[in-house]
């Protein structure tokens, strides 16, 4: 098993890279439509810890939806402007 947040420390310092997410992603269909949904995790160290998750939404169209950053997944997922994609 990798260890995510040696991988995560690397990358940080390595890489220069700020604002790391981890990208979990979710294919499935919305009225008839494909969509690729993507979680946004910038880890248990992220500071503020109101910033940890995000989602965003795309659809076979082009259309896109999203939200602001969120403490929990059900959050980040509740406040996507789903009506974005319609």
């Known amino acids: 098993m990798t260890d995510r947040r040696l991988?995560?420390?690397?990358?940080?310092?390595?890489g220069d890279i700020t604002e790391?997410?981890?990208?979990t992603t979710f294919t499935g269909y919305r009225n008839l439509k494909c969509v690729t949904v993507r979680?946004?995790?910038q880890g248990p160290d992220c500071?503020?810890?109101?910033n940890?998750?995000?989602c965003d939404v795309t659809q076979d169209d082009g259309k896109?939806?999203?939200g602001?950053?969120?403490?929990?997944?059900?959050?980040?997922?509740?406040?996507?402007?789903?009506?974005?994609?319609d």
């Open 52 to 54: 940890r998750f995000a």
């Open 47 to 50: 500071s503020p810890p109101d």
């Open 39 to 41: 979680i946004l995790d």
């Open 68 to 85: 602001n950053n969120a403490r929990t997944v059900d959050e980040a997922i509740g406040i996507v402007h789903w009506q974005d994609l």
């Open 20 to 23: 790391l997410y981890e990208v």
């Open 7 to 14: 991988i995560r420390d690397r990358l940080e310092s390595f």
């Open 64 to 66: 896109k939806a999203g």
